[in-house]
């Protein structure tokens, strides 16, 4: 597996950072004191039970959740101040389970409409959209009403969509949920692709954990709102303690 850059002050310039970060929601604290780091080029697993907090500090990477203590950087900018446009437009960008927001747009209306987002012009971001979908196997489904498409093609043209927005962190939540194994696979490929071909970092939230230790470089695990351990894939995936909160001792279930 290509390692991303690990080192350097450089690296950190150049990373999500997330700093110290407390989220409570009246009276129930959801993330105590929680730190991440996400590189140029990496992906990052984020795993852990429900209720662990995975989702609530995506919702406060995107900004639809304040913090009630600590920060985010971006490149080394504190983007408290950032509303979610603003940090979608600046490279800080999510997928979502589903397009049905846009479901009644075709394809390629969709992906034109990531490019858009982020300031192209129509014509620039038309031609952009073409390219992005061709090359993601789904030229054929670029005038199909998203919402007509096979379900693991409307998922694509989801990740399609946040390609067009030129991520430099991708967040993506459950991105494998519903889908078969050989759609599993084509995530993988795809996810990899975008890793290496953008400098992406990517944030992996996803709970078919062949598939996170396939893809992932390092994993986070939380707990009830803590980071219960962060380290290099294959230590996470031997972490007694791990195991013990999370994976069982049962092997996991197949992608
Ligand atoms: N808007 C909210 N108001 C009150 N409590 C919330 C809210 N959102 C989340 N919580 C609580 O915060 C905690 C963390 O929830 P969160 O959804 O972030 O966990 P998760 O790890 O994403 O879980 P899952 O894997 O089930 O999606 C849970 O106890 C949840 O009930």
């Known amino acids: 597996m290509i390692q991303p850059d ?13 700093d110290g970060v407390v989220v409570d929601f009246q009276g129930l604290r959801a993330i105590e004191d929680v730190s991440l780091t996400l590189r140029p080029g990496e992906i990052l697993g984020l795993i852990g039970p429900n209720g662990a907090g995975k989702t609530t500090l995506i919702n406060v990477l995107t900004g639809f959740q304040a913090v009630t203590q600590g920060s985010v950087r971006l490149g080394g900018v504190d983007i408290a ?3 979610p446009h603003e940090r979608s437009r600046r490279g800080l ?32 971001a038309r031609a952009e959209a073409v390219r992005i979908l061709s ?3 789904l030229a054929h489904a670029a005038n199909r ?7 693991g093609e409307e998922r694509r043209v989801g990740i399609a969509r946040a390609i067009a927005m030129r991520p430099r962190f991708l967040l993506m939540d459950e991105p494998a949920a519903g889908l078969n194994d050989a759609e599993c696979r084509d995530l ?6 975008i890793c290496v071909s953008l400098s992406c970092g990517v944030l992996f939230i996803e709970h078919r954990m062949s ?18 351990a962060l380290g290099p894939t294959d230590a996470i995936r031997a972490d007694p303690k791990v195991r013990k909160a999370y994976l069982g001792e049962d092997e996991v279930s197949p992608c």
């Open 6 to 18: 690990s080192g350097g002050a450089d690296a950190s310039a150049a990373s999500l950072e997330v």
């Open 81 to 83: 101040g950032w509303k």
């Open 93 to 124: 960008v999510r997928t979502f389970q589903s397009v049905l927001p846009f479901a009644g747009l075709t394809a390629l209306e969709n992906v034109e409409a990531g490019g858009v987002a982020i300031g192209l012009v129509r014509g620039e």
């Open 135 to 137: 090359e993601m196997g």
């Open 145 to 151: 009403k998203a919402g007509t498409l096979p379900f």
């Open 188 to 193: 993988q490929t795809i996810v990899r692709g």
């Open 211 to 228: 598939m996170v230790f396939e893809l992932c470089h390092r994993i986070q695990v939380l707990q009830l709102g803590r980071t219960l």
